[in-house]
T-cell receptor
Framework: QQQVKQSPQSLIVQKGGISIINCAYE??????FPWYQQFPGKGPALLIAIRPDVSEKKEGRFTISFNKSAKQFSLHIMDSQPGDSATYFCAASPGGSYIPTFGRGTSLIVHP | KAGVTQTPRYLIKTRGQQVTLSCSPISGHRSVSWYQQTPGQGLQFLFE???????NKGNFPGRFSGRQFSNSRSEMNVSTLELGDSALYLC?????????????FGPGTRLLVL
């Protein structure tokens, strides 16, 4: 049972465009939602995270939007750059424990 | 501070063998978690160690085991290797308080089972 569903599997965007990656979860006990960025040959690195008490969080060009009632959250990358080309993972973990369940990942390619 | 280091980076084994992977966390971090990453299943949690004790465990068979030493370094062992164990094994460390702590991942050990 896939507890965190991520889409799309791959995404191609032109430089300067907006990249949008969506995730949906089932477990209502989840209350911490991080996004990770992974470059080839590297481990994932935390990009931005959100808790369900806020509907949006922005850090630079990266924004998480959170819809608690729909059990969905998304990552928006504004003004996408070729250096943003990587695999992005959403994750969710229950309160009191940082053991995340990951989405399957989205391979993002930003064309110059 | 030095990041999370994992050794070896690459490993080739044959079915039935066993393998031990090593992880050195960031200095001061007491929690070490292990993950398996494959194209088919994505990132899956194996187990977490804190202060030399397994604190959390994922849904993997008993062939997968680990331990943590007093200096927080951790090892993961896989016995009786199967072809399906071919994967990137990632280690992540954190301070160990739980909750919303940031986990810092190492570069991984890529294991190929022939």
């Amino acid at each position: 049972q896939q507890q965190v569903k991520q889409s799309p599997q791959s995404l191609i965007v032109q430089k300067g465009g907006i990249s949008i990656i969506n995730c949906a979860y089932e477990n209502t006990a989840f209350d911490y939602f991080p996004w990770y960025q992974q470059f080839p040959g590297k481990g994932p690195a935390l990009l931005i995270a959100i808790r369900p008490d806020v509907s949006e969080k922005k850090e630079g060009r990266f924004t998480i939007s959170f819809n608690k009632s729909a059990k969905q959250f998304s990552l928006h990358i504004m003004d996408s750059q070729p250096g943003d080309s990587a695999t992005y993972f959403c994750a969710a973990s229950p309160g009191g424990s940082y053991i995340p369940t990951f989405g399957r990942g989205t391979s993002l390619i930003v064309h110059p | 501070k030095a990041g999370v280091t994992q050794t070896p980076r690459y490993l080739i084994k044959t079915r039935g063998q066993q393998v031990t992977l090593s992880c050195s966390p960031i200095s001061g971090h007491r929690s070490v978690s292990w993950y398996q990453q494959t194209p088919g299943q994505g990132l899956q949690f194996l187990f977490e160690y804190f202060s030399e004790t397994q604190r959390n465990k994922g849904n993997f068979p008993g062939r997968f085991s680990g331990r943590q030493f007093s200096n927080s370094r951790s090892e993961m062992n896989v016995s009786t290797l199967e072809l399906g164990d071919s994967a990137l094994y990632l280690c992540a460390s954190s301070l160990g308080g739980g909750g919303e702590e940031t986990q810092y991942f190492g570069p991984g050990t890529r294991l190929l089972v022939l």
